[in-house]
């Protein structure tokens, strides 16, 4: 019913940026809260960003001042821009919606993730 497609991943040096972009599509009435979270080899999966339908933002500590979540609300699309990357930021990045479903759906409450994006910092 509800799909996230991101992009944006790859291989960037230390010090370098890059910006991942998801998009949500299907039977959606509201995305209350969009985010990103992140998996490296034998982590778990941590909270990075999430931004809600009226604009609260939460950053994980070790990202804060580095990266920025933003949303475009009519398109149900939201970015995260990386900035001044670390080593330490390698890791699968996915996005995550929280979404309520359209009338004709039951306006259900969904949580969706995306497919998952690979983001390697190395020189």
């Known amino acids: 019913q509800v799909q996230l497609v991101e992009s944006g991943g790859g291989l960037v040096q230390p010090g370098g940026s890059l910006r991942l972009s998801c998009a949500a599509s299907?039977?959606?009435?509201?995305?209350?809260?969009m985010g990103w979270y992140r998996q490296a080899p034998g982590e778990q999966r941590d909270l990075v960003a999430n931004?809600?339908?009226?604009?609260?933002?939460t950053y994980a500590d070790s990202v804060k001042g580095r990266f920025a979540i933003s949303r475009d609300n009519a398109e149900n699309t939201w970015y995260l821009q990386m900035n001044s990357l670390k080593p330490e930021d390698t890791a699968v990045y996915y996005c995550n919606a929280r979404v309520i479903t359209s009338k004709s759906t039951g306006y259900r409450n969904l949580e969706v993730w995306g497919q998952g994006t690979l983001v390697t910092v190395s020189s």
């Open positions: 299907g039977s959606i009435y509201n995305a209350y809260v």
């Open positions: 931004i809600t339908y009226g604009g609260t933002i």
